[in-house]
């Protein structure tokens, strides 16, 4: 069946990082009343490349449903065509897309969960946190133990750095971490690579629950059906940030079935 293309038309730009190249779009689909997304999902763009080629890549959506609109978070690759595509495209211009697509998505009912990100992989995770905790309207965490994990190579990239450390001050079931590989001295924040602050977390709550690690993961033979856990870890960023968090959640005894992953690589 083919898709349903539609025209978005881009109303405002913002560039987070001069340095990596970073921008935040905001969107428009004047054709629809209500562009329907789901938290964590991506959208398709197309356009046609130097050649006259049709490119389609995927983004994730930034923003949690907004009536006809919906935000993207996008950076540069060196030598890419749709990103700096997209990257230069005036406010006022527009593209073709599809969506939204994918699986990337909050379990429901909430459970405590692990947000990982790292460089735009937190645009799906600023969609779900702003789902969970809308700006107006009830709180849809329900209590649940959320904890965002954000890791950049430099501090001028953790991007929506304010909108989550405000979002920390409101929510006291809401835990962000952030953590900087390449910072200057002058940087008094964390280093290193987010599975270090997870671990960290992970070994608490283990302390505070009594729970000795690694845990026992339910048999292999369990039904699909009856897996059902209190905790799910969501991780999106370059495939090599996504399987060393995979790794090290395994190896504490978490279930593949746990750890929800999208890779941009
Ligand atoms: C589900 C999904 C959601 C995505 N969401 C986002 C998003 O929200 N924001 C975002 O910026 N990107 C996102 N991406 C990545 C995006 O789809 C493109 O792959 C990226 O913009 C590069 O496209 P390009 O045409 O510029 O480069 P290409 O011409 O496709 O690739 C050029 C070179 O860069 C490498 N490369 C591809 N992607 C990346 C990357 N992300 N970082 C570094 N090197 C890369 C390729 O291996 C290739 O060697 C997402 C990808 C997927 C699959």
Redesign the pocket.
């Known amino acids: 069946m083919a898709r349903q293309l539609y025209t978005a038309r881009l109303e405002k730009k913002v560039c987070l990082s001069e340095s990596a190249q ?1 921008y935040h779009f905001e969107f428009v689909v004047d054709e629809l009343d209500k562009f329907d997304l789901e938290a964590g999902q ?1 959208v398709s763009l197309i356009a046609q490349d130097p050649a006259g080629k049709q ?1 389609t ?6 923003a949690a449903a907004n009536g006809n609109r919906f935000e ?15 990257a230069d495209l005036p406010v006022g211009g527009s593209i073709q897309m599809h969506g939204p ?2 699986h ?1 998505v909050l379990n429901k009912p909430v459970t405590d969960s692990f947000l990982v990100a790292t ?3 937190i ?2 995770m600023r969609a779900m946190t702003q789902w969970l905790f809308p700006e107006n309207g009830p709180d849809r965490s329900e209590g649940r133990e959320i904890h965002l994990f954000f890791g950049t190579r430099y501090p001028t990239e953790l991007y929506f750095h304010e909108y989550f450390t405000e979002l920390e001050k409101k929510h006291k079931n809401f835990h962000y971490t952030t953590t900087v590989s390449r910072a200057g001295e002058e940087w008094k924040g964390n280093r290193g690579y987010v599975q270090k602050y997870i671990s960290e977390v992970i070994e608490a709550q283990a302390r505070q629950k009594g729970i000795a690690l690694p845990m026992v993961p339910p048999p292999d033979s369990t039904p699909a059906s009856e897996l059902k856990f209190d905790q799910y870890t969501y991780i ?1 960023g ?1 495939n090599n940030m996504v399987s060393s968090v995979r790794d090290a959640l395994t190896g504490y005894g978490w279930h593949k079935k746990q750890i929800i992953f ?4």
């Open positions: 970073c991506f490119q890549r995927a983004y994730s959506l930034a993207l978070c996008i950076n540069r690759v060196e030598g890419g065509f749709f990103s700096n595509y997209i697509h994918g990337f460089g735009t992989g645009a799906p999106c370059l999208e890779r941009y690589d």
